[in-house]
């Protein structure tokens, strides 16, 4: 009898050991794939920059991870797509268009108002297209540091040099 309660015990103990184990690995899904907007802010002030005081912010994930991110200048959605996985991004009043196609969320191509980028190359876009011209700006970026909301990516903006360069060079150019 004290070898069966034994037995029992030690099957009790490997199942819950099982169990433990089973429910500690990382809980992330291989597959998880999603574009979202990041955040989006609008700012009446006199002397407004697009980009900086108005802008829209879209990025494409893969395990909870950044693919890319793309900074635009006037309001944008995002989708994605399974296969390679496809990003998309549009901003309607100025008709442009972002695809991201990649099979491993680390290479690919970055296609960008017709043009293409190789994503290997850098994950974080600039897109401005105040003036009527498209000027983008690819970026070596660490993409977990940038942060999400609109305000923060509103103070996070101003604090960063090559963004409020990006933007600001455009805006200084008024026409006559």
Known sequence: MQGLRRCSNILVILCGVVFVLAGCGDNKNPDSRGASILGQY?????????????????????NNEFVYIAWFDSATSASTTTGPTT?????PAADIKLVCT???????????????YQLADGAFFLVSSHGGSVR????QRDL???????????NFAMADPTIKEFYADKATEKSP
Do not use: C, W
Request: a negative charge; hydrophobic letters at 35%.
């Open 42 to 62: 609008a700012m009446a002030v006199n002397d407004a920059v697009p980009g900086l005081h108005d802008f829209s912010v879209v990025g494409g994930t893969r």
């Open 87 to 91: 990003y998309e991004a549009r901003t």
């Open 144 to 154: 977990s540091k940038i942060p999400t909301g609109g305000e923060a990516l509103h």
């Open 102 to 116: 990649t099979e491993n969320g680390e290479t690919g191509v970055v296609s960008i108002a017709g043009k293409d």
């Open 136 to 139: 983008v700006q690819q970026e």
